[in-house]
């Protein structure tokens, strides 16, 4: 059969439809009683505690690269200062929100997609609304409520343990003291520039949700499509995360111009 571009095209809108009328439906059952707290809790345990040890060595080791890599630079010029400064922007703008995005994407996403599709495949699903049970409130919401409270906390522990990282590599080389290092780490940094970027960790937890719960419960593939479920739920979460990411920098800088300044 030939490429068509534009029945391709076509296929991606109905794709992007189908999930825009999913994340509405989520929306709905969001916000209209009765909430499920015990299943969010739980799923909030699973996202955010269980991520919490791959989050903090991430950060750690990403904290004692950056400084490695960055302080010869630096020292070049005369701006060894510097060095807990650029550690402290590098992480709480950028590099910390959208490692921990990419980290759930593939931690959590993955998993969500295959229970969900397992679910579907072997008729659970099926089984919960047979006996009048809502099965999209009771294991689509929790997901994605959890997914959406749970990346700015992780995103705070990243940036912790990145500073942590970024000390013990400085120390190694200048003996510079916790007080010495904090205070410069945090000579340039504001609310404004650390908010709005661990809040908009919030839109990559409902990318990952959403996207996810949509391959994993909408799957009809049988067996099979449990790990195309898995696999889709990561690369498009993963994909969409870097897209978004570019809007939203844009976004804050725009209603927070201090930041770019």
Not at 58 to 79: D, E
Not at 85 to 101: D, M, N
Not at 136 to 141: E, S
Not at 177 to 202: C, D, E, M, N
């Amino acid at each position: 059969m030939a490429y068509d571009p534009i029945r391709q095209f076509k296929g991606y809108l109905d794709f992007a439809g189908k999930v825009g009328l999913f994340a509405v439906r989520v929306a709905r059952r969001a916000v209209v009683p009765p909430f499920e707290w015990m299943l969010t809790w739980e799923r909030i345990e699973e996202v955010g505690w269980k991520s919490l040890p791959l989050v903090l060595a991430s950060g750690l080791a990403l904290g004692v690269v950056l400084t490695l890599h960055t302080r010869s630079s630096l020292v070049r010029f005369g701006a060894e200062s510097m060095i807990p400064t650029f550690q402290a922007v590098a992480f709480f703008t950028e590099i910390g929100p959208l490692v921990v995005g990419l980290l759930v994407a593939g931690r959590v996403g993955s998993g969500i997609g295959a229970v969900l599709a397992d679910m579907r495949a072997t008729e659970q699903i099926d089984a919960i609304d047979a006996i009048s049970i809502d099965s999209f409130r009771v294991l689509v919401v929790p997901n994605i409520v959890a997914c959406i409270v749970s990346l700015p906390l992780l995103t705070v522990f990243m940036d912790a343990a990145g500073l942590l990282g970024g000390y013990l590599a400085e120390q190694s080389h200048s003996h510079l003291s916790v007080v010495l290092y904090l205070h410069r780490a945090f000579s340039q940094i504001s609310w404004a520039g650390f908010i709005p970027p661990t809040l908009k960790t919030s839109v990559f937890g409902l990318i990952i949700g959403v996207i996810s719960c949509y391959f994993g419960y909408t799957t009809n593939e049988g067996s099979i499509g449990v790990g195309r479920a898995s696999t889709n739920s990561v690369v498009l979460s993963s994909f969409l995360i870097i897209i978004s990411d570019v809007t939203l920098v844009k976004l804050i800088f725009f209603l927070f111009p201090g930041i770019a300044s």
